[in-house]
DNA sequence: CTCTTGACCGACG
DNA sequence: CCGTCGGCCAAGA
């Protein structure tokens, strides 16, 4: 039985969106909010919502990234170890980190 | 309801 | 490549 957590309607969208991600493969903020049809600031919002991951381990929000092939920030920091284990994390499904930043040509997955 | 901050992105110099 | 500014959504105090 799961523990459904009461969420905002937006929020919920961020998080199913999440899970469709499939493994060795990574998404961005911006293709998140580009999905939700929104335009404007949207993924700043998103960020927000993934800070606190009531479904995790199953909403991966460790495979959500930046556009700019940086990891971003875990665990609401967006520089520290936490985020190492993030890095940690993508290398062990896959995906070939180099220098902190990931290969968005190769890993990106869109919706 | 009002104000501030934020796991962001894009443009400019 | 790096620093700075603008943008205008969502959640918390």
Redo the contacts with the bound molecule.
Sequence with gaps: MNSPKK??A??AQVYALCRRIPQGRIT???ELARALG?K??????I???????PFAPEVP??R?I???G?V?????K?NGKEVQEKIKLLEKEGIRIINGKVNLQKYLFRF
């Design positions: 969420v905002s937006f929020s961005t903020y911006k929104k404007g600031q949207v993924y700043r919002a960020g927000h919502v993934l800070r606190e991951n929000c460790h959500v930046n556009s700019s940086a971003g920030g875990f665990r609401g967006t």
